[in-house]
């Protein structure tokens, strides 16, 4: 490979949620930490190589949108997922939490409803509660070992639903959903007047072999029904430039939705999120992303592996995009508490409680896997050796 991902980088001491939190949420600080979405890789050099470039110029002053930024996103959607979208259909976001929050403060009053498919990402119901917005979640069913959507519930859940907000690819899971359990939702949400969110932000971490499909590329339906959020912050392992955007073909959606985002200058993005999205979309960053995927892969690969073969009463869901193994931790016996204690006391991980993401989450928790390798061999030496101890 071209490209090093072995290298192990402290990331101690430097303001690093993953590693720098550990005290504040654990009450410790000798975790391994597989927790926080991020990368411990480097990030992606020509993004790197592009900020130091623009960092030679010594003014920082007040900046315009790039004129490549929008083609570089045209260019590298209609590149990767054959999605042709036009240049007025896009517009900056601050990050796709608070482009979530900005939609539903906007769109929604307390007392709205919005459904969503659980256990998921917990923001989004965390971000709805918080302007009293009622969440309505209803567990995906889970089918050998693979999360699959109950329609009917779906119907039942966006009658009287403003949004539904849609994880795509699905995190924790890392379900791929595809063209046609798309287009189903669609046809369901559209005819009950719900509008879409699609969270597209783990499309580029789609795993070789699957393929990402951009919910509003499936149908007219759809495009004209839906609100997409995507990023390169989670390929390209610069989430900390809240490089996102937001894709809305609905011209009635979009213009309303432009309005409230103009007034508050909350669609003017920062010159480095800009150039960040602007490298990432290049030949070179693709390069290098897909020698990333074929890292990860590897690294899902061996955990699955050694699961199988060295640690009884885990069961890993094997992602189709993602660096996020949801483990069912429910073989061992133990209730979530328990599991919890099991990681973080004997084992020394810290990992996402299940729990976190909603009903259906009990009994699961979150590994993150992009690490290098000998990292990822030392948590999973830990745990074996941690369940084998409380096995005796």
């Not at 965390?126 to 979640?137: F, L, M």
């Not at 999360?147 to 907000?165: G, H, Q, S, W």
């Not at 509003?216 to 759809?222: G, I, L, M, R």
């Not at 299940?354 to 990292?375: H, I, L």
């Amino acid at each position: 490979m071209k490209y090093n991902f072995d290298t192990v980088i402290d990331r101690h001491n430097t303001n690093s949620v993953k590693y720098d939190d550990l005290q504040a949420r654990w009450g410790r600080t000798d975790l391994l930490p597989m927790w926080v979405a991020d990368a411990d890789m480097a990030s992606c050099p020509i993004v790197i190589d592009k900020l130091k470039e623009r960092l030679e110029y010594p003014v920082l002053g007040y900046s315009l949108e790039p004129e490549g930024w929008r083609s570089a996103i045209q260019a590298w959607l209609s590149r990767r997922y054959h999605w042709k979208i036009e240049k007025e259909e896009l517009m900056f976001i601050p990050g796709i939490v608070r482009g979530i929050a900005f939609v539903l403060v906007h769109f929604c009053k307390p007392g709205d409803k919005v459904a969503m498919l659980s256990p998921v990402y917990m923001p989004f119901f965390d971000v709805p509660k918080a302007y009293d917005i009622e969440v309505v979640q209803r567990p995906l069913k889970l089918v050998d070992g693979r999360y699959e959507v109950d329609f009917e519930l779906l119907d039942r859940d966006t009658r009287d639903a403003k949004f539904f907000i849609l994880s795509n690819p699905h995190n924790p899971g890392g379900r791929v959903w595809t063209p046609g359990e798309l287009r189903r939702m669609a046809e369901i949400c559209a005819r009950n007047n719900c509008i879409v969110i699609s969270d597209e932000i783990h499309a580029d971490l789609t795993l070789p072999g699957h393929v990402h499909t951009p919910f509003a590329s499936v149908s007219d339906t759809a495009r004209d029904n839906s609100i997409s959020f995507l990023s390169p912050s989670k390929a390209f392992n610069i989430p900390d430039l809240t490089s996102s955007y937001v894709v809305i073909p609905n011209k009635e959606i979009r213009r309303s939705f432009e309005r409230f985002m103009t007034g508050g200058e909350f669609n003017i993005g920062h010159l480095f999120a800009y150039l960040a999205v602007e490298a990432a979309y290049t030949p070179e960053g693709e390069e290098w992303l897909n020698e990333f995927l074929r890292y990860i892969q590897a690294n899902i690969d061996y955990t699955v592996d050694y699961i199988h073969r060295n640690i009884p009463g885990i069961v890993p869901m094997r992602p189709e995009a993602s660096f996020l193994i949801f483990l069912d931790c429910r073989g061992l016996g133990l209730d979530a508490d328990g599991i919890n204690r099991l990681f973080v006391e004997d084992a020394r991980l810290a990992l996402n409680d299940g729990r976190s993401f909603g009903p259906g989450g009990e009994g699961f928790m979150r590994m993150n896997v992009a690490c290098p390798r000998v990292t990822l061999e030392k948590a999973l030496k830990n745990l074996s050796k941690a369940i084998s101890n409380f096995n005796k």
